[in-house]
Nanobody, 128 residues
Framework: QVQLVESGGGLVQAGGSLRLSCAAS????????MGWFRQAPGKEREPVAA????????YYADPVKGRFTISRDNAKNTVYLLMNSLEPEDTAVYYC?????????????????????WGQGTQVTVSS
């Protein structure tokens, strides 16, 4: 069982930066693959970034490549999403998700159904 709590969202101007945090409880965090997803009003949830259990592999959706960085600190049971050069199109609720068991390959990293546990989300609003 993994419980997730996101924080760090807020209102920022276009071009600014935010760092989201996702604090996890439960013994399986250090062996869990983690992902960030987002959902804008009226749109479906979409993938943002993912990271494997060790932090050695990272994956990014095309809209955020070069601007966002996912990382994790297993000693602190926390995964981060550093968001730079924010754009109004990045406005959404951002969710952290965990997959405690089972490997992922290729595009499966970006499928929300492959993640078993979810946080409550944190709102990010980017003004133009």
């Amino acid at each position: 069982q993994v419980q997730l709590v996101e924080s760090g969202g807020g209102l920022v101007q276009a071009g600014g930066s935010l760092r989201l945090s996702c604090a996890a409880s439960g013994r399986s965090f250090s062996s869990s693959h983690m992902g960030w997803f987002r959902q804008a009003p009226g749109k479906e949830r979409e993938p943002v970034a993912a990271i494997n259990w060790s932090g050695g592999r990272r994956y990014y959706a095309d809209p955020v490549k070069g601007r966002f960085t996912i990382s994790r600190d297993n000693a602190k049971n926390t995964v981060y999403l550093l968001m730079n050069s924010l754009e109004p199109e990045d406005t959404a609720v951002y969710y952290c998700a965990a997959r405690p068991t089972g490997e992922l390959y290729g595009s499966s990293w970006f499928l929300s159904q492959n993640f078993d546990y979810w946080g409550q989300g944190t709102q990010v609003t980017v003004s133009s």
